[in-house]
């Protein structure tokens, strides 16, 4: 596979995957949407659904639309990344730089479903609530310890029973995501490394 068509592949899964996940938070959080105050738990069903999407849609590439992803693959020795896609310099930077523009897509794609909405939106932490995380309790030191444990089940889980995000599934996956939010979500919003799952609160800590 040509490292074109992963290029595409992760950038339409990532964009996808933002779209709808960066949505579900500004449904919740910003002010006068039909989901305005719909809770955290819409928050982690919402998200888990997105990731399935960008599964779906990614799935030719591999469907890791997350460095993280990518660096566990990379550290756990992977000979492909996906079939026909070989560890390399290269393919690696095709990954990182494919995720980081399909997460921007996304975000302008769900700035612009929501732009009335973010008008009218009176507080900022709110508006930027949608785009990133949080913490409820300002402590560097713990906020990044459970932003590690998040990020190591979802890695661990996708490595140790997939071998991939593809290989996993893209259910599997979803519902790992939601299990994540639910559990470890509370703390920090769950950034995991790479996708951006908010908190819900009207007020960043």
């Not at 494919?98 to 700035?111: D, K, P, R, Y």
């Not at 929501?114 to 009218?120: A, I, L, P, V």
């Not at 290989?167 to 995501?177: N, S």
């Amino acid at each position: 596979m040509s490292l074109g068509i992963v290029f595409l592949s992760e950038v339409a899964g990532t964009a996808l995957l933002t779209l709808l996940g960066c949505g579900v938070v500004a449904n919740v959080a910003l002010k006068g949407t039909k989901g305005n105050s719909g809770g955290f738990l819409l928050v982690n069903w919402g998200w888990g659904l997105a990731v399935m999407s960008g599964v779906f849609v990614a799935a030719k590439s591999g469907a890791h639309l997350n460095p993280a992803v990518t660096v566990g693959l990379l550290a756990n020795g992977k000979a492909e990344y996906a079939p026909g896609v070989a560890v390399s310099f290269a393919s690696t930077m095709t990954y990182f730089g494919a995720e980081m523009l399909g997460a921007f897509i996304g975000a302008v794609l769900c700035w612009v479903a929501y732009k009335q909405h973010f008008d009218g939106e009176p507080d900022a932490a709110t508006k930027l609530g949608v785009f990133s995380t949080g913490p409820a309790i300002r402590s560097y030191g713990w906020n990044v310890a459970t932003e590690i444990i998040g990020t190591f089940v979802l890695v661990f889980v996708i490595l140790h029973f997939g071998g991939g995000v593809v290989g996993l599934g893209p259910l599997p996956v979803a519902l790992l995501v939601v299990a994540i939010g639910a559990s470890l979500g509370g703390p920090t919003g769950y950034a995991i490394l790479g996708y951006s799952f908010d908190r819900t609160s009207h007020k960043m800590m």
